[in-house]
């Protein structure tokens, strides 16, 4: 159980269920940010080119562990999970084998197109992906979902609730035995979906949607660094996001979707999504969690209610906050670049004690 004492905040030590680590240098760069704070991490598949066999996921699982050698951390410092890359064509067997290894813990969903290096995704999930998912249902593998529709007719700000009707319902009707995580859920819609359905559902928060709604990409001028997919929605969705993290729903759990892109990338005309979190994810969620007036339900959020949904072992390590400022640096090195952490040069009121 966590365990508040005067200044500081001890949890049994988290995992973060959705995060992009990318490869090469970033990879380098940025693996101990994550490492710091979580044992675990549900790596994401959506490389160049993408995870999509279990080969390629055991590749990727070894250049991470051998990042985490390099950074000059403990072997056993940091655990990645890995993920396929859902395609039109993936099999069964190609499921079935990749489960079988132990270290390859789920799929994941991109609809074609919806966000980075997405191209590659599906393009008719019902249609094309029936025996996979019937595979997964079978051997309790968990679909990972980027929950948005990609009609170009569709408001971006409206595609996670369109999804839940043309895709969600009509996915978990076919397969009711299937695990699904709504990933980085972003709406009330979304929030009123996971928490109603019947069958195994759960769904990841980040600490952004919990902190923020979209104003912030827009304060003082376009602020690229504050762009994500899905993207921040109105303050009514971010109400009901803090309230389902903060409400002891076994359903909901920690996934930071932090993603590294280099600053030029992210200046750009054409600025890649995605924020930069894997830094001080943790005392953005305590801030958060403190704002709400809940800090004694981060633990269960962070810490239990993730492994209790893969069917994995809670950790036996802790993690402890200090109510010690903390001032967001304004860029961290990534390789021969640089990135912009989130909210870059603001002072949190939490920091993660280094023992």
């Not at 390099?70 to 990749?98: V, W």
């Amino acid at each position: 159980m966590s365990e508040l004492i005067s200044q500081t905040l001890t949890l049994i030590r988290p995992d973060d269920w959705h995060l992009h680590l990318r490869d090469g240098a970033t990879l380098q760069s940025v693996i101990a940010h994550t490492a710091r704070q979580f044992q675990r991490a549900i790596i994401m598949p959506n490389l160049q080119p993408p995870v999509t066999t279990g080969e390629r996921a055991l590749e990727y699982r070894e250049r991470i562990l051998d990042a985490v050698l390099k950074a000059g951390l403990p072997a056993d410092a940091f655990t990645p999970l890995m993920t396929l890359y859902l395609t039109d064509n993936t099999s069964a067997e190609e499921i079935r084998g990749a489960y079988a290894t132990g270290v390859i813990h789920a799929v994941k969903l991109y609809p074609a197109g919806a966000t980075t290096n997405s191209d590659a995704g599906v393009t008719d999930l019902l249609g094309r992906c029936g025996d996979a998912l019937e595979a997964m249902q079978d051997i309790g593998m968990p679909l990972l979902v980027h929950g948005e529709v990609t009609d170009p007719d569709v408001d971006l700000f409206d595609r996670e609730a369109v999804f839940i009707e043309r895709v969600m319902i009509p996915l978990r009707q076919r397969y009711p035995a299937l695990k699904v995580v709504f990933e980085h859920l972003t709406t009330k819609e979304g929030v009123d979906y996971v928490s109603q359905a019947d069958g195994p559902i759960a769904a990841t928060l980040t600490a952004h949607h919990l902190l923020y709604n979209r104003n912030a990409i827009f304060q003082g001028g376009l602020r690229p660094h504050w762009y994500c997919l899905p993207v921040l929605k109105r303050e009514v969705h971010r109400q009901a996001l803090l309230e389902a993290a903060t409400s002891g729903s076994p359903r909901f759990f920690l996934g930071t979707d932090s993603a590294p892109h280099a600053r030029g990338r992210k200046e750009h005309a054409c600025g890649c999504a995605g924020c930069y979190t894997a830094l001080h994810a943790m005392e953005l969620y305590a801030t958060a969690f403190e704002r709400a007036g809940r800090l004694d339900k981060l633990e269960a959020f962070a810490s239990l209610n993730g492994p209790a949904f893969y069917g994995l072992p809670v950790n036996s390590g802790t993690l402890t906050l200090e109510k010690r400022p903390f001032t967001i640096p304004e860029t961290v090195p990534m390789g021969d670049d640089e990135l912009v952490p989130l909210a870059a040069g603001e002072a949190l009121e939490w920091s993660v004690r280094e023992d």
